[in-house]
């Protein structure tokens, strides 16, 4: 079992270019969150999908940013017209249930420039 | 809703001596209590967990955290530390609900240095 695999690693984008982050969770996990961190900061939840659907999106900004979860694939996070202040660290996590905790993955540093 | 206070920003220890890291909540149901410890340019890991039960937690590491409902607090402590362990590490509840799922609420970390 690999784990949390995130990729890119290191993404740099210009300034109006769109980021495209991927999670493929653990094996057998249907439930995905992804959290954002700015530098200095704790992790701040986004949004928390199961497969095809999006359960919660309280976290995630209004406008530009969408996540999806298809019945095949990765999970996939979209950041449109990327502005700077989108530099972070943009983390996913997995779990088989809810209720008692998840895996995280290494995390895609994004760095717009 | 909930929150995450953690008082220290920073514990500067030397090393094979005692440390407390200390978290605070608030939450007007009841919450499951996690610690994270993340790695330089690493993800976060779970060190450990508390759901039910003892209120006294052992995690990975020899790191244990005991749960103060009347304190609200979730203190994490090793009794000697090491090098490896310099590290942030981060405190996190959830008030796990069919709607929301696992959703966690994080501190802002404690960053733990130790010193030789």
């Known amino acids: 079992n690999a784990g949390v695999m995130q990729n890119p690693r290191h993404l740099v984008r210009r300034r109006g270019q769109e980021a495209r982050l991927r999670c493929s969770p653990m094996k057998g996990h249907s439930h995905v969150y992804w959290y954002r961190q700015l530098p200095e900061e704790g992790l701040k939840f986004m949004v928390y999908?199961?497969?095809?659907?999006?359960?919660?999106e309280s976290g995630m900004p209004k406008e530009r940013f969408s996540a999806e979860f298809p019945k095949e694939g990765p999970s996939i996070l979209r950041i449109q017209q990327v502005v700077r202040g989108d530099s972070a660290a943009y983390f996913c996590?997995?779990?088989?249930?809810?209720?008692?905790?998840?895996?995280f993955g290494s995390g895609t540093r994004l760095t717009v420039v | 809703a909930q929150s995450v206070t953690q008082l220290d920003s920073q514990v500067p220890v030397f090393e094979e001596a005692p440390v407390e890291l200390r978290c605070n909540y608030s939450s007007s149901v009841s919450v499951y209590l996690f610690w994270y410890v993340q790695y330089p340019n690493q993800g976060l890991q779970l060190l450990l967990k508390y759901l039910s039960g003892s209120t006294l937690v052992k995690g990975i590491n020899g790191f244990e955290a005991e749960f103060n409902k009347s304190q609200t607090s979730f203190h994490l402590r090793k009794p000697s530390v090491h090098i490896s362990d310099t590290a942030e590490y981060f405190c996190a509840v959830s008030a796990p609900e069919k709607s929301s799922g696992d959703k966690l609420t994080f501190g802002t970390g404690t960053r733990l240095a130790v010193r030789p």
């Open positions: 996590a997995s779990s088989p249930i809810p209720g008692h905790g998840y895996t």
């Open positions: 999908l199961q497969k095809e659907n999006i359960i919660d």
